[in-house]
């Protein structure tokens, strides 16, 4: 299996920032295997939705849900297994707890714990 664990959740004010991790382990095959990452969050009585997607390839391909956009950026470190999710000038809307997620070439998918992002005054 891929283990995701998620770190960088807090309170954070009306405008404010936060940069989420999301770090894969494994072994070496599994990690090889994913070709896809994301984040996704789920807000207190709401359905688990997409926030941004970015492919594990030579090249990044990101891929963001509509809203998000010029507020959150998706990022990956191969090197560390990491990938990242800044948001800037973030919303009350935005509290949510935000899950990890890797998609391998087996079609397999791997979820994260969450960690909790709260924006609130």
């Known amino acids: 299996q891929v283990q995701l664990v998620e770190s960088g959740g807090g309170l954070v004010q009306p405008g404010g920032s936060l940069r989420l991790s999301c770090a894969a382990s494994g072994s070496i095959f599994n990690i090889n295997s994913i070709n896809a990452m994301g984040w996704y969050r789920q807000a207190p009585g709401k359905e688990r939705e997409l926030v941004a997607t970015?492919?594990?390839?030579?090249?990044?391909?990101?891929n963001y849900a509509n809203g998000v956009e010029g507020r959150f950026t998706i990022s990956r470190d191969n090197a560390k297994n990491t990938v990242y999710l800044q948001g800037n000038s973030l919303k009350p809307e935005d509290t949510a707890v935000y899950y990890c997620?890797?998609?391998?070439?087996?079609?397999?998918?791997?979820w994260g714990q969450g960690t909790q992002v709260t924006v609130s005054s």
């Open positions: 970015i492919t594990i390839t030579a090249t990044s391909s990101t």
């Open positions: 997620n890797a998609a391998t070439k087996y079609r397999t998918r791997f």
